[in-house]
């Protein structure tokens, strides 16, 4: 398999004296679903803004499919943050144009076919919709896009668990070997049985990289119960 | 319906136990043509390179065997699934017997029991 994300020696810092990230070294793989773990103020977010190029790193590098994170690398990666920035008024139809002149490898069918499953009417505005059903909507047009690399930061926060089903029905569907996707998440009992690997972020270093399946044979313990044991206070 | 997997055993070897069960019991019968990985993965709602490896480990084990223009079927050997199944009835019975020994049941109490409930 071969090395879609090279992050090599990364730091991050916001103010020149604490470190968000502290020597992050880290290679993700195509075709792999890739847990992000870590409780909160771990440098989860810090660190998949650096891979979307909104952020500059104080140190170190990241190269995805050979580039430097620039202009170049966007157009690669499809991002789902934790955060809405669609505007509220704009009918769902309005962002399925918007996506399409924005992103080349944008496809307005794929993601028509996956709404109308969902009988999510276009016409409707964001604002019209509920939290899950907007959750939703914001994860179609992110896997909609042909991209080598997914990134999606808490994508199952705060919708029912017939929500959460969907999504990760979804992210197995859209599973493709060419690209490597990255799911942030608090919530790991409920998404690790699609996780191939996870990363345990803590206080901005990576402290394990593994496959679940791994840690299961290894210690007799879901990834769940492992992160809490690793990370109890 | 996703399957219902623990979380503190690799999913894989879950996933092989499953498969094989629906071999053995014929819920997939010899010859059988296997749902694609996918669509599997999406009905198990598990990860596709789990399912993978699953059907890599039912292969190496020649239940499972996979053409290259036909996809996966189920072997038309019936002597091996066969095997499989008493293979698995071997382990019930043991674990059964070890867990009635453990309640303190003597082996011909175990036997009587096990009339009785058979009965």
């Not at chain 1, 075709?31 to 190029?53: A, C, D, F, V």
């Not at chain 2, 043509?33 to 198990?44: F, G, Q």
């Not at chain 2, 072997?75 to 499989?84: A, H, N, P, Q, V």
């Amino acid at each position: 398999m071969s090395d879609l994300v090279e992050i090599a020696n990364l730091f991050q810092s916001y103010d020149g004296r604490r470190n968000i990230l502290n020597d992050v070294s880290l290679t993700l793989q195509k075709g792999r679903i890739i847990g992000l773990l870590g409780p909160n103020g771990s440098g989860k977010t810090t660190l998949i803004k650096l891979l979307n190029g909104l952020l500059q790193p104080s140190g170190g590098s990241i190269r995805i499919g050979g580039l430097e994170v620039g202009t170049a690398t966007k157009s690669h990666v499809a991002y789902l943050p934790d955060r809405t920035y669609l505007q509220g008024g704009s009918r769902v139809s309005d962002i399925l144009a918007l996506f399409q002149d924005f992103y080349e490898d944008f496809s307005v069918e794929k993601a028509g076919a996956m709404l109308e499953s969902l009988k999510i009417d276009p016409s409707r505005k964001m604002n019209q919709l509920s939290k899950g059903t907007r959750e939703k909507v914001q994860l179609i047009l992110v896997m909609s896009r042909k991209a080598d690399l997914y990134i999606l930061d808490e994508p199952i926060a705060g919708v029912d668990p017939a929500a959460r089903d969907y999504i990760l029905s979804t992210i197995i569907n859209n599973y493709d070997p060419e690209s490597a996707l990255l799911i942030s998440t608090h919530l790991i009992g409920d998404i690790e049985k699609v996780l191939d690997d996870v990363v345990f972020l803590k206080e901005g270093r990576v402290l394990l990289h593994s496959s679940a399946d791994y840690i299961r044979g290894a210690f007799g313990k879901s990834v769940d119960e492992y992160f809490r044991e690793v990370f109890a206070c | 319906m996703a399957w219902d997997l623990d979380s503190d055993r690799p999913i894989y070897l879950q996933l092989v136990d499953r498969i094989q069960m629906q071999i053995v019991s014929g819920q997939y019968p010899p010859g059988e043509k296997l749902p694609s990985v996918r669509e599997l993965a999406v009905e198990a709602a598990v990860n596709p390179n789990t399912l993978q490896k699953a059907f890599a480990e039912l292969e190496r084990s020649g239940l499972v065997v996979t053409q290259r223009t036909n996809g996966r079927n189920v072997t038309k050997d019936e002597k091996l699934i066969d095997e499989l199944r008493q293979k698995l009835a071997g382990e019930n019975t043991k674990e059964y017997c070890d867990r009635m020994r453990k309640l303190g049941y003597t082996p011909l109490e175990t036997m009587e029991f096990l009339q009785k409930t058979l009965k």
